[in-house]
């Protein structure tokens, strides 16, 4: 029915590592260059026009005769890039199917009024320097340029220097408000990071909204000491004070059916036969409403803070970051619902954790909506992550069925 299984078999090896088998498309480097020249080559088999944005974001549009190129664009797609050891459905599975549901629409002979696109926006994950969403938001400005030329990779190269490395000119990076005025409405297809519609039994849902978020850094004080001279009783370990945080997030997250996560952790001085001077750890803490995070934060706070009382030491709690919650645009989600909905049958609309570029260019005033597709297990960011091919065949239905009607004006 769809050209998504030879597009998907071409997309699968690149990246790919063989030990784990899973995937390493980081910005800019030879894997998700790679991936890079897939999306050129399978946007020029078509007869589309392929454009790198000034930010390295990747179109291809479809502006067939006698369509105004200037009218508000349908566009469509995700990201190519992964976090380490990724699965293969996150960002490609957006992308794969977006050409998939531009085949089938011209197979039927569908005529749109409008210019279609497909995009993959640059650098979704931050695998390497560590801001997700990168390329759009540069493009929208929610990323100062100067700011992403010089953030600081994994591998000791900073954005520019890699971005140069790989034949891309750091100097174009910039807000670009006329692109972003041509996209009319941004559909993302994007594989489900949670078990809802496994739960409720179907392939396909909607997004309603992405919850608040945020980051933030404990620092734990205490004093450092030999482990074998210094008696339990005359410590001051922070790193006891963030053991006792760490199990109580879990608790409190747990309880609001709410995330708390402490990924990151800095130890010193590090070493395995000393009672540590300080312990920084890093929160990841979201939850459906800002005053549910708001009182799972407290409580982790007031946790950290009881912790360290209860043996001398010390904690400081600093936000790093917060993105409020975010809603997609109420008309087109339920456009797209319905839309979907008479392809594929019933499609739920669901919360999302997780941040995507949908929600960027929401932020920016882009109407957006998302797709999301069933993920058997619900597991994401590892090589486990997985999708059937029938419910991937679904989520192109279902796609299809929104160009066919948005890009025609079709009711
Ligand atoms: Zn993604």
Redesign the pocket.
Known sequence: MSTFDGLWAELAPLGRDAGTGGYRRFAFERAELDCREWFVATARARGLDVEVDRNTNLWAWWVPAGVDPSAPALVLG??LDSVPDGGAY??PLGVVSAFAALDAVRAADVAPDRPVAVVAFAD??GARFGIACAGSRLMTGALDADRARGLMGRDGRTMAEAMSAAGFDPGSLGPDPERVARIGEFVEL?IEQGRNLVDQGVPVGVAESIWPHGRYRLTFRGVADHAGTTRMQDRHDPMLAYARTAIAAEQAARAADARATFGRLEVEPNGTNAVPSVVRAWLDARAADQAALDDLVGRIGTSAADGARANGTQVEVVTESTTPLLTFDLPLRERVRALAGSAVGPVPVLPTAAG?DAGILTDAGVPAAMLFVRNPTGISHSPDEHAEAEDCHEGVRALAAVVGALATGAS
Request: aromatic share 0%.
């Open positions: 995700s990201h996150d960002g979704e994950e994007h995507h």
